[in-house]
Structures are given as structure tokens and as C-alpha cells.
């Protein structure tokens, strides 16, 4: 990887610095995503140069870690809408989104676009919230941003139970590109219905969630992190009491009662369902 980045952390594999770990052995230590890919293209777009370090004062900051699908989104609009923190994945870099933010911050390097976000996006009470997927967290570790700003930050690992509907609905979601929807917006789930069973696109899915979630254990087991673990199924089964416990580990208060009339919706449907029976039934099929 051309050595490119001094300040990357020592990682599991035989505790090397990853600096002098080849770009197959990152890809082969994380599974989820392209390590070396996703550091060139957010370096070559802004300088991953030596951290300064600058005061964040009394901010706090959170990330929401995530696995597509896992119920982020409405998450997001939960602690957005009851005015808790403007949260959303704050570090997209893909399709012209880091470019757009480097615009708008001026930023000059990495930590520029990084304390941008942070400046921009924190509350009244300085609480910064952000969801993040592993992608975009591979540049905030590999640039020295973790080590800076980001080792007394809050970490919530979030996850869904049912991880087989997980990956039905991702690979729904890719094949139709509905993928979100607000109350107001029409009602497109009849995309839903024309998307086609297929076992393998499913498994795949299932496979990059399980590969995410294990990336994700790997960083927290390397840096002596204890997340807040959270599932979908507790948030929208229990709402109030998700979000008491996630502003608790935040070490925040004053917040609350809760409105929970969100702007978005679900997007599952029947089809979902009989997709997984569907599946289960094949893979019985494949072991019998």
C-alpha cells in the first residue's frame, strides 16, 4: 500500500503496525471491504496529513456502528426529530459526498473535514452523534483521527437479531433501490414485489453482514472498546427505553419524554417473508 500511512494503528495480526502491512494482508484481515481502496480514494481527495491535534472542548462524541440494514435509519430519525443530536452518517465519502464536504469546510486535510463534521453537526449540549458503517470508518482509523479524537468517544454497536431478514432486506433494497422512505414521500413498495428470489444474492448478503460484524469486533477487541450493544428489534420494540440507554452510556441528560412519529417507514413487506421461508426451505433442501 505503498507505506502511504504512518499513522495507522498496530492491528491483531501479530500486532504489526499497519504501515508495513501489504494491501492483501489488510484486505485479508478485514473482511467486509476494500481497506486499501477506500484509503486511496478518501487520501487522494484530502491529504491524510500529520494530526495537529485541536480542543473539541466539551463535545462528546458517539458513533453508531453499523451493519447495513440493521435499523439505523430509523435510529437516526429518532434522535434527530426529538432534537437530541442531528444524526445521520456524517462521514459518507462516496459519490461526490466527501468532495461536497471538503468544499463547504475548506478543508485543507482530513482532520479539516473531520472537525468540520464535528463543529457543524454538534448539539446545543455538544453532543455529536454520527451512524458510521465500517467503510467509512476505515479512513477516521487509519488517518491517526482515531487516536486523537476518538478513543474516549462512546461506541454503540448496533445490530439486528434476525440477521437472514437483514440480508433479505439489503439485497431487496439493492435490486429495487427502495431503500428508504419518509410518511410523506408516495408509497413505492410495489418495486418490492418485482424483485426476484435469488438464494446465492441472499447468502452473499448474509456473509457481508456476518464479515462487517466480526471487522467491527476486531477494532473493538485491538482497542479495549465495550460498546452499548443495541439491536433493532429492542429499538423498535421499546423505543423510549433504547434511546434512555444510549444517551446514559453517552453520558447525557436532560432530554426526554420522547416523540416517537418519526419521518420515515418501513419498508418491509410480505414479499420479505416469503423470501425467507423460501430460503429456508432451500437451504433444508441443500443439507437433507
Same mark, same amino acid.
Given at each position: 500500500?505503498?507505506?502511504?500511512?504512518?499513522?495507522?494503528?498496530?492491528?491483531?495480526?501479530?500486532?504489526?503496525?499497519?504501515?508495513?502491512?501489504?494491501?492483501?494482508?489488510?484486505?485479508?484481515?478485514?473482511?467486509?471491504?476494500?481497506?486499501?481502496?477506500?484509503?486511496?480514494?478518501?487520501?487522494?481527495?484530502?491529504?491524510?496529513?500529520?494530526?495537529?491535534?485541536?480542543?473539541?472542548?466539551?463535545?462528546?462524541?458517539?458513533?453508531?456502528?453499523?451493519?447495513?440494514?440493521?435499523?439505523?435509519?430509523?435510529?437516526?430519525?429518532?434522535?434527530?426529530?426529538?432534537?437530541?443530536?442531528?444524526? %445521520?452518517?456524517?462521514?459518507? %465519502?462516496?459519490?461526490?459526498?466527501?468532495?461536497?464536504?471538503?468544499?463547504?469546510?475548506?478543508?485543507?486535510?482530513?482532520?479539516?473535514?473531520?472537525?468540520?463534521?464535528?463543529?457543524?453537526?454538534?448539539?446545543?449540549?455538544?453532543?455529536?452523534?454520527?451512524?458510521?458503517?465500517?467503510?467509512?470508518?476505515?479512513?477516521?482509523?487509519?488517518?491517526?483521527?482515531?487516536?486523537?479524537?476518538?478513543?474516549?468517544?462512546?461506541?454503540?454497536?448496533?445490530?439486528?437479531?434476525?440477521?437472514?431478514?437483514?440480508?433479505?432486506?439489503?439485497?431487496?433494497?439493492?435490486?429495487?433501490?427502495?431503500?428508504?422512505?419518509?410518511?410523506?414521500?408516495?408509497?413505492?413498495?410495489?418495486?418490492?414485489?418485482?424483485?426476484?428470489?435469488?438464494?446465492?444474492?441472499?447468502?452473499?448478503?448474509?456473509? &457481508? =453482514?456476518?464479515?462487517?460484524?466480526?471487522?467491527?469486533?476486531?477494532?473493538?477487541?485491538?482497542?479495549?472498546?465495550?460498546?452499548?450493544? =443495541?439491536?433493532?428489534?429492542?429499538?423498535?420494540?421499546?423505543?423510549?427505553?433504547?434511546?434512555?440507554?444510549?444517551?446514559?452510556?453517552?453520558?447525557?441528560?436532560?432530554?426526554?419524554?420522547?416523540?416517537?412519529?418519526?419521518?420515515?417507514?418501513?419498508?418491509?413487506?410480505?414479499?420479505?417473508?416469503?423470501?425467507?421461508?423460501?430460503?429456508?426451505?432451500? &437451504?433444508?433442501?441443500?443439507?437433507?
Amino acid at each position: 500500500m505503498k507505506n502511504k500511512f504512518p499513522l495507522m494503528k498496530k492491528l491483531l495480526s501479530g500486532r504489526q503496525p499497519a504501515s508495513e502491512l501489504s494491501a492483501p494482508k489488510l484486505e485479508e484481515f478485514f473482511k467486509s471491504c476494500n481497506v486499501s481502496r477506500v484509503l486511496d480514494y478518501v487520501s487522494e481527495r484530502t491529504p491524510f496529513e500529520s494530526i495537529e491535534g485541536s480542543e473539541l472542548g466539551d463535545k462528546k462524541l458517539c458513533l453508531i456502528c453499523k451493519t447495513p440494514r440493521s435499523g439505523s435509519t430509523y435510529l437516526c430519525s429518532l434522535l434527530t426529530d426529538n432534537n437530541i443530536a442531528d444524526t %445521520w452518517d456524517h462521514f459518507r %465519502w462516496a459519490q461526490g459526498d466527501i468532495e461536497r464536504d471538503i468544499e463547504a469546510y475548506d478543508a485543507k486535510s482530513f482532520e479539516d473535514y473531520f472537525l468540520g463534521k464535528v463543529n457543524e453537526k454538534s448539539g446545543a449540549d455538544g453532543l455529536f452523534v454520527t451512524t458510521i458503517s465500517f467503510e467509512q470508518f476505515v479512513p477516521l482509523y487509519f488517518s491517526g483521527i482515531f487516536d486523537r479524537y476518538l478513543k474516549d468517544a462512546t461506541f454503540v454497536m448496533l445490530t439486528r437479531r434476525d440477521v437472514l431478514s437483514q440480508a433479505i432486506s439489503l439485497y431487496i433494497a439493492h435490486q429495487s433501490g427502495y431503500f428508504h422512505t419518509s410518511v410523506s414521500s408516495p408509497d413505492n413498495k410495489a418495486k418490492i414485489q418485482d424483485v426476484p428470489y435469488d438464494a446465492q444474492k441472499i447468502l452473499d448478503q448474509t456473509n &457481508m =453482514i456476518l464479515n462487517m460484524q466480526n471487522d467491527w469486533e476486531k477494532v473493538f477487541v485491538a482497542e479495549g472498546i465495550s460498546p452499548l450493544r =443495541i439491536n433493532y428489534e429492542e429499538i423498535s420494540g421499546d423505543p423510549a427505553t433504547s434511546l434512555e440507554r444510549i444517551l446514559a452510556h453517552a453520558g447525557v441528560t436532560g432530554h426526554g419524554p420522547f416523540s416517537f412519529q418519526t419521518k420515515v417507514k418501513r419498508v418491509s413487506t410480505e414479499r420479505n417473508s416469503l423470501m425467507k421461508d423460501q430460503f429456508l426451505r432451500d &437451504m433444508t433442501a441443500r443439507v437433507v
